[in-house]
């Protein structure tokens, strides 16, 4: 050991105060180096801030944000690019040629004609031009709600900026034609749609998003992962519940994504777009809401079963989950803070988190890469086979309905089938459209895939009995 390093008590003192001054003159460089680079990174921190130039709320093309945020910008524009996980991607697979029962399942609906996996934001407006679902069927202005920065249009058709004039405008632009309404955007989901353009503050801005949360808040639904909305609940209530003002930031960075990832229907006759949260967030609640309504989105093919269609409720799944009960929001995953220089944005290119590990859960666990990899595959893989079974058993009541028909069994008895139909598909398809395939509440999900297994076979006995 003791021959490793020489001993300074052998060197000559001179040499000793030699390096002494030396070094301390390297590090008085060093430490002048360092402080002027931080107040650099300070400087640089500190452009965010900056008074922001001739932003409003026309200023819709996200170019015009570009040059105060030029990384919030880049981040944003990557959306665009080609990127696959194993149950994600923006390759936009063909959904009816991979899964051979899904024509059966939507029978006599649109989604039998066009169904495919959803990409990046940057394709919403192009993909909704591109459907064969707004090719080949008649369909309404209120469709756009979702996929253009259309709030402008809003305001001008109902002629203000005051909220009772933008639910005005939001009214007449649902009940448009499609292709009028089309017209009148130009622009995918853009800066504006969720940011202030004079504070950049998060914000909501989805006229139907804003009422469903009103809905809900007057509901008897249980929200623990929505503190805000407990709050007003046992506040005085003087005014409706507005998430712009009653909401935490942490919330927001939840809410801005529950605009447009949430299960919806349009009003018949007027198509407003409706978010069915009167009764609460799960399953269940919807379901019983459409019932007292009296809804059906179409009537199957086969079966004469009046179906619901269940359209990505990530905002309803995500709501029944651990993370959500825990106060984690869809930004930690999907929008993670990343560093560049001293600055810590927030990382604008919005997808899976499977293709970024590190920052969108490795802040919070500890596990590596691999571990939170295979603890996300083993939760997908059983739900993929739970999905497997209530399909096989919903198309079995599928196939037991229409032979019943066929062989003219009497309406009396066919209808109770019909209604299991109803209940069992509605299920399936309420964790099927999910984009997470469950993630976001592994065990809800099970909970109600074991649910359409037992309506879907319970719909065939009861064909069965005379
Ligand atoms: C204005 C409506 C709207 C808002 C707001 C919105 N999304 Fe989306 N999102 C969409 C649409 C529409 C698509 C599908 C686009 C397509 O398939 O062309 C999509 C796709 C996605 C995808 C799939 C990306 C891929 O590569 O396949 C993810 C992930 C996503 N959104 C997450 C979020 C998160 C997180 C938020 C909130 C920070 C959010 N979205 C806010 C409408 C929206
Ligand atoms: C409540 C918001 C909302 C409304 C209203 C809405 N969408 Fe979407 N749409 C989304 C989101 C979110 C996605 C991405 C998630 C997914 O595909 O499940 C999406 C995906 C899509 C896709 C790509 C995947 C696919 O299904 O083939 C198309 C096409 C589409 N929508 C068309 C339409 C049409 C047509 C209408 C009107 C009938 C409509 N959307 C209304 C939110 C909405
Ligand atoms: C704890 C982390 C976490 C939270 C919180 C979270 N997600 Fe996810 N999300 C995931 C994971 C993991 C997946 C699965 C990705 C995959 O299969 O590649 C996913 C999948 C998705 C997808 C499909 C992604 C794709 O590229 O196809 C969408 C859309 C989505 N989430 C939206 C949301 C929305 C909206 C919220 C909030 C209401 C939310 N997520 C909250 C982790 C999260
Ligand atoms: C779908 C919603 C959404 C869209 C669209 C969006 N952002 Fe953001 N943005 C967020 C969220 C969520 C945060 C995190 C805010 C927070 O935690 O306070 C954020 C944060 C920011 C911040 C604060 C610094 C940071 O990075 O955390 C800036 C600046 C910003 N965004 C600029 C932009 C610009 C510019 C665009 C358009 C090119 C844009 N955003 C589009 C949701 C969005
Ligand atoms: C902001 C913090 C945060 C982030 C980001 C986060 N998680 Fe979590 N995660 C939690 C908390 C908190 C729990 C609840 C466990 C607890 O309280 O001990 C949890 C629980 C889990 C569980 C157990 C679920 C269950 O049902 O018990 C899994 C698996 C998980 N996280 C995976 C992920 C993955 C994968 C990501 C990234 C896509 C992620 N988490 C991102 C905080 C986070």
Same mark, same amino acid.
């Given at each position: ?13 001179? +040499?000793?105060? #030699? ?86 399942? *939507?029978?006599?609906?649109? $989604? ?41 249009? *809003? ?29 009148? &955007?130009?622009?995918? &989901? ?61 919330? #927001? ?8 990832? !949430? ?31 009296? $809804? ?18 990530? $905002? ?28 810590? +944005? ?47 058993? !919903? ?5 037991? #309905? ?28 309420? !964790? ?35």
């Amino acid at each position: 050991m003791s021959n490793v390093t020489p001993s300074t008590s052998r060197w000559p003192a001179r +040499i000793i105060y #030699l390096a002494t001054i030396l070094v301390t003159a390297a590090a008085a460089v060093a430490i002048t180096y360092l402080l002027t680079n931080i107040s650099d990174r300070q400087h640089e921190a500190q452009q965010r801030y900056v008074v922001l130039e001739n932003l409003t709320e026309d200023s819709i093309d996200p170019t015009l944000w570009r040059k105060n945020f030029p990384r919030q910008y880049d981040g944003y524009m990557r959306t665009a690019d080609m990127v696959r996980a194993k149950h994600a991607g923006s390759d936009a697979i063909d959904k009816l040629a991979e899964d051979k029962y899904l024509k059966h399942l *939507y029978a006599g609906y649109a $989604f039998s004609i066009d169904y495919r996996e959803k990409r990046g934001h940057a394709y919403m407006l192009k993909d909704q031009e591109d459907t064969e679902r707004v090719k080949q069927k008649k369909q309404p202005g209120a469709c756009l709600h979702c996929h253009a920065a259309i709030m402008p249009v *809003y305001r001008k058709e109902g002629g203000g900026d005051s909220w009772e004039q933008i639910k005005e405008g939001f009214r007449k632009v649902c009940e448009m034609d499609w292709n009028d309404a089309h017209k009148l &955007v130009s622009h995918p &989901v853009v800066c504006a749609d969720c940011h202030d353009p004079k504070t950049v503050q998060l914000r909501v801005t989805r006229p139907a998003f804003i009422m469903g949360i009103q809905a809900l808040a007057q509901s008897d639904d249980k929200v623990p992962h929505l503190p805000s909305v407990e709050r007003w609940r046992t506040g005085n209530k003087k005014s409706d519940y507005d998430p712009n003002k009653d909401a935490s930031r942490q919330e #927001l960075r939840t809410l801005v994504c529950a605009q447009c990832h !949430v299960e919806y229907y349009f009003q018949p006759k007027t198509n407003l777009l409706i978010y069915p949260w009167h009764k609460g967030l799960k399953m269940d609640q919807i379901e019983e809401y459409y019932d007292t309504i009296d $809804f059906k989105d179409w009537t199957h093919k086969d079966s004469g079963a009046p179906m619901l269609k269940a359209q990505h409720p990530e $905002f309803e799944l995500w709501s029944q989950g651990i993370h959500a009960r825990s106060g984690v929001s869809c930004a930690d995953c999907h929008m993670p803070y990343m560093r560049e220089g001293a600055v810590k +944005i927030s990382d604008h290119h919005v997808r899976s988190p499977l293709l970024n590990i590190a920052r969108a859960c490795q802040t919070c666990h500890r596990q590596d890469e691999k571990e939170m990899r295979a603890r996300v595959d083993i939760v997908q893989d059983r739900t993929r086979s739970m999905l497997k079974a209530a399909e096989i058993g !919903v198309k079995d009541l599928i196939d037991a #309905l229409k032979s019943a028909k066929a062989k003219g069994v009497a309406e009396a008895r066919l209808k109770p089938a019909q209604a299991l139909h109803r209940k069992a598909q509605w299920r399936l398809d309420f !964790v099927m459209a999910e984009n997470s395939m469950s993630f976001h509440a592994p065990q809800e999900s099970a909970r109600i895939l074991g649910e359409a297994v037992d309506y879907a076979r319970q719909g065939q006995i009861t064909l069965l009995k005379e």
